[in-house]
């Protein structure tokens, strides 16, 4: 209900904004006056004005919708002009994805994201491999046609109050979006251009973020990860916890090590990395929560789960439970350790192995489906 409420208020505002620019451009490049305008408005009857409002609402969700779809389009033609090949497009919470050479549609989502577009980097060296444009290229997109919807707009004649109102909002999303990527900053995870500055400054950062998209490539074809080249996922040196493409490498190793059933192994390199989740954005460090209980459990340490799993970490895993394998591989786990409910673990597990083909992240779901075997003894 909160969530529907805020995005109510959000397109809400939106409109109230594009309508303010839009009588703001009248203003600006035309002969009538802030006055003129207003007495103007004033002679709308209600029921034209509840239409307005009501277009407006429209005009600004498709602007809004078709900005992020532009975003991640220009991910992916600058991403195919840099060498990349294409892995998946995300609006929202569905992906398009290639598989056995037929394009699927299937359902996945990151909280704080509205779209992603992944992608297999080119075979160079690491030094060789371009970054800029790949990443740059949804913030050049969206402020390229919020310029190009500026220019319609000013060009044509007495436009529609709808397509004035559409005009406006595709300029206002562009460059709303195009600053939201293209200005450095974390809001639970890294932006564009977040992303482009720590690869540039830090040469650990770019092999791992080229490390993850090879991994992410080979999940969603269905390939666990205990069976991609080791090599990968080599690391020398320390680890930044507070950056996000350093961490997610070190959890991928940790993910080679329960794939191959090596859980006490990946329990105290966990541990150790638990340690640190202070310095993590949030969403990574509910995943190390989430991963840790896990291990606690199936490992019969039993030193972390009640403690760490509250009621934001029960939120969390029912947000992506549906989405994602490892959060019913965690609820399979919980039902059977902690709540010894064998009969509600093995439904958790039959509702996986039923609904396999349905998850973005092949290569994931095997491996928990594997593991939930091994819990049960099935192996």
Same mark, same amino acid.
Request: hydrophobic share 50%.
């Given at each position: 209900? &909160?969530?529907a409420?805020?995005?109510?208020? %959000?397109?809400g505002v939106?409109?109230?904004?594009?309508?303010?620019?839009?009588?703001a451009?009248?203003v600006?490049?035309?002969?009538?006056?802030?006055n003129?305008?207003?007495?103007?408005?004033a002679?709308?009857?209600?029921?034209?004005?509840?239409?307005?409002?009501a277009?407006?609402?429209?005009? %600004?969700?498709?602007? @809004?919708?078709l900005?992020i779809? #532009?975003?991640? !389009?220009?991910?992916?033609?600058?991403?195919? *002009?840099?060498?990349?090949?294409f892995?998946?497009?995300?609006? @929202? $919470?569905? %992906?398009?994805?290639?598989?056995? /050479?037929k394009? +699927? #549609?299937?359902?996945? /989502?990151i909280?704080?994201?509205?779209?992603?577009? #992944?992608?297999?980097?080119?075979d160079k060296?690491?030094?060789?491999?371009p970054?800029?444009?790949?990443?740059?290229?949804?913030?050049?997109? $969206?402020?390229?046609?919020?310029?190009?919807?500026?220019?319609?707009?000013?060009?044509v004649?007495?436009p529609?109050?709808l397509?004035a109102? @559409?005009?406006?909002?595709?300029c206002?999303?562009?460059?709303? *979006?195009?600053?939201?990527?293209g200005?450095?900053? &974390?809001? /639970?995870?890294?932006?564009?251009?977040? $992303?482009?500055?720590l690869?540039?400054? =830090?040469?650990?950062s770019?092999?791992?973020?080229?490390v993850q *998209? +090879?991994v992410?490539?080979?999940?969603?074809?269905?390939?666990?990860?205990?069976?991609?080249?080791?090599?990968?996922?080599?690391?020398? !040196?320390?680890?930044?916890?507070g950056e996000?493409?350093?961490l997610n490498?070190?959890?991928?190793?940790?993910?080679?090590?329960?794939?191959?059933?090596?859980?006490?192994?990946?329990?105290?390199?966990?541990?150790?990395?638990?340690?640190?989740? /202070?310095?993590?954005?949030g969403?990574?460090?509910?995943e190390?929560?989430?991963e *840790?209980?896990?291990?606690?459990?199936? %490992?019969?340490?039993?030193?972390?789960?009640?403690?760490?799993?509250? &009621?934001?970490i029960?939120?969390?895993?029912?947000q992506?439970?549906?989405?994602?394998?490892?959060?019913?591989?965690?609820?399979?786990?919980?039902?059977? =350790?902690?709540?010894?409910?064998?009969?509600?673990?093995?439904?958790?597990?039959? $509702?996986?192995?039923?609904?396999?083909t349905? =998850?973005?992240?092949?290569?994931?779901?095997?491996?928990d489906i594997?593991?939930?075997?091994?819990? @049960?003894? #099935?192996?």
């Open positions: 209900m &909160k969530s409420l805020k995005l109510l208020v %959000t397109f939106g409109c109230l904004i594009g309508i303010v620019l839009v009588c451009g009248i600006s490049f035309t002969d009538m006056t802030w003129e305008l207003v007495q103007k408005l002679k709308i009857e209600a029921l034209e004005m509840v239409g307005i409002f277009g407006s609402i429209v005009c %600004t969700l498709v602007a @809004f919708v900005q779809v #532009l975003h991640e !389009g220009g991910h992916l033609l600058f991403g195919l *002009l840099s060498g990349y090949r892995v998946s497009f995300r609006i @929202f $919470n569905w %992906t398009l994805i290639r598989q056995e /050479g394009f +699927r #549609l299937k359902r996945f /989502g909280a704080g994201t509205g779209g992603q577009c #992944l992608m297999f980097p080119p060296p690491l030094e060789e491999i970054v800029a444009l790949y990443h740059w290229g949804g913030v050049i997109v $969206n402020m390229s046609m919020a310029l190009l919807a500026f220019a319609v707009w000013y060009v004649e007495d529609s109050p397509l109102q @559409f005009l406006v909002m595709m206002f999303a562009g460059v709303s *979006l195009g600053l939201l990527n200005i450095p900053f &974390k809001r /639970g995870i890294t932006n564009d251009a977040a $992303n482009v500055r690869m540039r400054k =830090y040469p650990k770019k092999k791992a973020m080229m *998209l +090879r992410n490539a080979y999940i969603q074809e269905g390939i666990r990860i205990k069976d991609m080249p080791e090599e990968w996922l080599a690391w020398k !040196g320390d680890i930044d916890y996000p493409m350093q490498v070190r959890l991928l190793q940790v993910g080679r090590l329960m794939d191959l059933g090596q859980m006490e192994e990946a329990y105290v390199a966990l541990e150790e990395i638990a340690r640190h989740r /202070g310095e993590m954005i969403l990574l460090a509910k190390v929560v989430c *840790l209980i896990y291990l606690d459990l199936v %490992t019969g340490h039993n030193q972390w789960a009640d403690m760490l799993y509250t &009621k934001e029960e939120l969390y895993v029912r992506y439970s549906a989405l994602m394998s490892s959060k019913q591989r965690f609820l399979c786990a919980w039902a059977l =350790y902690k709540e010894q409910d064998r009969e509600k673990a093995l439904a958790i597990y039959e $509702n996986v192995v039923q609904k396999q349905q =998850y973005l992240l092949q290569g994931e779901v095997k491996m594997a593991m939930m075997e091994a819990m @049960f003894h #099935l192996v």
